[in-house]
């Protein structure tokens, strides 16, 4: 058990459709990261929040969203979905900010994924 | 852009056999390397790290990787691969300066067979 916690762990809905999917990181991880992993693409990442803020950007669409709240738990958020948002959408949480400060393993640690199936 | 390259999609051992999954990325300054693991239904979790010091590092479960700063390459070893090692394996990287995010490989599934 990482301690990162997600859920739902599997959702299946209709294109068009808007989910969110909820991530708890480990006590005292002040980042998440999300990515999507696909059969096709692998493993993308898709965004970082460091304690509350947006620190890092990859390659999310301009369907998806994300934020972390003042408790630090994040929701990624998938609106108009499409069947290729089909994937499994993994969260991971680490100590650190992500820049390069002293004791920064880079570590993550990942929670058990939300598989989403868009039909 | 940083990127990260592994060759081989799938492998498929005999128990016993040894096992070397190549990794390769492209980033001209100081990384962090990383191999991840994940087992069939559950999460990624780190086999092994390399930020600095001794080029050859060992991780959990008897693997070890090397990392070859010249050839931008940091393959994942194991002389002798067990039935219990089917999985899919992951490297990754993220850059020591500025703002980084960790990238990942495509991923390796290796099979092996009992």
């Known amino acids: 058990d990482s301690g990162v916690t997600q859920t739902p762990k599997h959702l299946i809905t209709a294109t068009g459709q808007r989910v969110t999917l909820r991530c708890s990181p480990r006590?005292?991880?002040?980042?998440v990261y999300w990515y999507q992993q696909s059969l096709d693409q692998g493993l993308q990442f898709l965004i970082q929040?460091?304690?509350?803020?947006?620190?890092a950007k990859g390659n999310i669409l301009e369907r998806f969203s994300a934020q972390q709240f003042p408790d630090l738990h994040s929701e990624l958020n998938l609106s108009s979905l499409e069947l290729g948002d089909s994937a499994l959408y993994f969260c991971?949480?680490?100590?650190?900010?992500?820049?390069?400060?002293?004791?920064?393993?880079?570590?993550?640690?990942f929670g058990e994924g939300s598989r989403l199936t868009v039909l | 852009a940083q990127s990260v390259s592994q060759h081989n999609h799938h492998v498929i051992l005999s128990e016993a056999a040894s096992l070397e999954l190549g990794c390769n990325y492209s980033?001209?300054?100081?990384?962090?390397l990383f191999w991840y693991v994940q087992y069939p239904g559950q999460h990624l979790q780190l086999l092994l790290k390399?930020?600095?010091?001794?080029?050859l590092v060992k991780g959990i479960k008897g693997f070890e990787a090397e990392f070859i700063k010249s050839k931008f390459s940091f393959n994942l070893r194991k002389p002798s691969v067990q039935w219990s090692d089917t999985a899919e394996y992951f490297c990754a990287v993220n850059a020591r300066t500025g703002g980084f995010k960790t990238i990942f490989g495509a991923g390796t599934r290796l099979f092996v067979k009992a």
């Open positions: 006590s005292g991880d002040l980042s």
């Open positions: 929040y460091y304690n509350g803020e947006e620190r």
């Open positions: 980033y001209g300054g100081t990384v962090n």
């Open positions: 991971a949480s680490s100590p650190w900010s992500g820049l390069a400060e002293g004791g920064n393993t880079g570590e993550l640690f």
């Open positions: 390399y930020f600095s010091g001794d080029p």
